[in-house]
């Protein structure tokens, strides 16, 4: 996959991409993420970016040249011209079905917000998928950027050590609706806590039984909501 990211803080994603699982995916080419400076293609002598909004209010908007120039000479720069992502509290919220959708992408192009939005134009112009990391607001897409690259990576093939490993998360493959539950590893006591003897018996039906109920445990104290979801999953 490749994945460009336009950004007015491309050194954001220096320390990032340089470590663990991304690092490791990038130097053995499984991704490559390229950062551009949407500052590159401001138009006047100050290289402004951000505009006050007409009809008043607080804070600055993005305009609509310099992003509008950016991500066409970007989708242009390669092949095939990808499939264009804008981060913002305004779009769908992210989940792991959507990370799945957008990893089956050859090349995606994150944009990047900041100030208080978008001029509505580079929507109407651009139509962007509109990506969406929680219902807070962050002081710019950057993070949400990388939430996303993080969610989809992980899922390309050969990333992982363990081929099975991203399949077995909460809200993949056999857990689609599913927290996922305890999870232990050497002592086999500290402080008075044992680790369930179930887990050290070696039977692996029984093991693989007592997830199951653990994790639908978990996800029923604590997210109802969820439930909700693996019952109309079943009924399907
Ligand atoms: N930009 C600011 N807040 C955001 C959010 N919650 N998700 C995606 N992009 C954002």
Same mark, same amino acid.
């Not at 991409?17 to 551009?36: N, W």
């Not at 363990?162 to 493959?173: L, N, T």
């Given at each position: 996959?490749?994945?460009?990211? #336009? ?9 990032? &991409?340089?470590? !663990? =699982? &991304?690092?490791?995916?990038?130097? %053995? ?9 949407? %500052?590159?293609? $401001? ?8 505009? @006050? ?13 310099? =992003? ?18 804008? #981060? ?12 799945? %959708?957008? $990893? ?6 994150? &944009? ?19 990506? +969406? ?26 990333? #992982?050590?363990?081929?099975? !490993?991203?399949? @077995?998360? !909460? ?10 539950? $305890? ?11 044992? =680790?369930?003897?179930?887990?050290? !018996? ?8 007592? %997830?199951?109920?653990? +994790? ?6 604590? @997210? ?13």
């Amino acid at each position: 996959m490749r994945c460009d990211v #336009l950004t007015l803080f491309p050194e954001m994603f220096t320390g990032y &991409l340089g470590q !663990s =699982v &991304l690092k490791r995916a990038i130097e %053995r080419g499984l991704v490559r993420i390229e950062c551009h400076n949407i %500052r590159d293609w $401001a138009k006047d002598k100050h290289k402004s970016v951000d505009d @006050r909004p007409y009809g008043g209010g607080p804070g600055m908007v993005l305009k609509v040249e310099p =992003v509008v120039d950016c991500v066409e000479t970007v989708q242009q720069a390669a092949q095939p011209v990808g499939h264009l992502v804008m #981060l913002t509290p305004q779009g769908q919220r992210l989940n792991q079905a959507a990370a799945e %959708r957008l $990893a089956r992408h050859q090349r995606l192009i994150l &944009l990047c917000g900041r100030y208080e939005g978008f001029d509505e134009r580079i929507r109407d112009i651009l139509a962007p998928e509109e990506i +969406s990391v929680g219902d807070y607001v962050l002081n710019g897409g950057e993070v949400a950027a990388m939430v996303v690259i993080d969610a989809v990576v992980r899922l390309l093939p050969g990333v #992982l050590g363990d081929e099975q !490993s991203s399949a @077995r998360d !909460s809200f993949s493959g056999i857990n689609r609706h599913l927290l996922e539950g $305890a999870q232990y590893t050497r002592p086999r006591e500290y402080r008075g806590y044992r =680790v369930p003897e179930v887990l050290l !018996s070696g039977n692996h039906e029984e093991i693989a039984a007592w %997830r199951q109920r653990e +994790s639908i445990a978990r996800t029923r104290r604590r @997210r109802a909501d969820l439930m909700d979801e693996n019952r109309a999953a079943e009924d399907d």
